[in-house]
């Protein structure tokens, strides 16, 4: 067995909140407990040595500062991938033509309709 596979796996979360694309990497990804969410857990972000210093990327680092475990809800995750390597945390906007394309909205409702008597 390789030190390779021994490697804990590495998620990519991308997820829309607030009119915004979110991405995210984590070393912990469950199905909640709470009906409808996942659970994340040791969120990863990029090198502190960079010297270029990415808006997006410490407006989520801001964000997750002190959590320790987040959960998000299932119809606004986009998709989640596991991926060898962690990437730069990304905030988007949702009107961004390029992300226009890639986004197909779940529905919103898990419920079935009731029955009107």
Not at 25 to 42: K, P
Not at 52 to 58: H, I, K, R, T
Not at 73 to 97: F, T
Request: proline share 7%; net charge negative.
């Amino acid at each position: 067995m390789s030190s390779k596979d021994k490697q804990e796996p590495i998620y990519r979360i991308v997820y829309q909140q607030q009119g915004e694309v979110c991405e995210i990497y984590a070393r912990y990804l469950y199905q909640s407990d709470l009906y409808g969410f996942i659970e994340l857990e040791q969120l990863i972000f990029g090198d502190k040595s960079a010297l270029v210093v990415d808006p997006g990327e410490e407006k989520l680092k801001s964000t997750f500062a002190g959590v320790k475990r987040t959960f998000i809800p299932l119809h606004a995750v986009i998709r989640i991938d596991e991926v060898e390597n962690v990437g730069p945390a990304k905030v988007s906007e949702l009107g961004e033509p390029e992300l226009q394309s890639n986004i197909t909205h779940f529905p919103r409702s898990f419920l079935p309709p009731r029955d009107e008597e």
